[in-house]
Nanobody, 128 residues
Framework: QGPLVESGGGLVQPGGSMRLSCAAP????????VGWFRQAPGKERETVSC????????YYSDSVKGRFNISRDIAKSVVYLQMDSLKPEDTAVYYC?????????????????????WGQGTQVTVSS
């Protein structure tokens, strides 16, 4: 089992909600920015949302802003992605990733290549 494990994916109808979890039992999330990414068939991996460990600041892509919410429980070493008002175009494999920070000024909105650890991914399908 890798350092990050996603769960919570599945099939949901358009307009529905789903919550993804990213468990990191072997990492101290206080030392990492954590991001959620997604990749649809034939498309590049894109950033969905991320949260900075230094101040809890959050980033959302324009396509999910106002519909998705990222949160974390450092004590439980889990990061969540609450997804509401889901659309068919949200269908993708969702990945969480952790980026070790070296400064409180390290922002979380960095390209996927900057992230150090990745989960195995969880499929989210939005369809009627």
């Amino acid at each position: 089992q890798g350092p990050l494990v996603e769960s919570g994916g599945g099939l949901v109808q358009p307009g529905g909600s789903m919550r993804l979890s990213c468990a990191a039992p072997r990492l101290s999330l206080a030392a990492y920015n954590v991001g959620w990414f997604r990749q649809a068939p034939g498309k590049e991996r894109e950033t969905v949302s991320c949260i900075s460990t230094a101040d809890g600041s959050q980033y959302y892509s324009d396509s999910v802003k106002g519909r998705f919410n990222i949160s974390r429980d450092i004590a439980k070493s889990v990061v969540y992605l609450q997804m509401d008002s889901l659309k068919p175009e949200d269908t993708a494999v969702y990945y969480c990733a952790a980026d070790l920070i070296y400064s409180d000024r390290d922002i979380c909105n960095r390209p996927p290549s900057h992230y150090d650890y990745w989960g195995q991914g969880t499929q989210v399908t939005v369809s009627s």
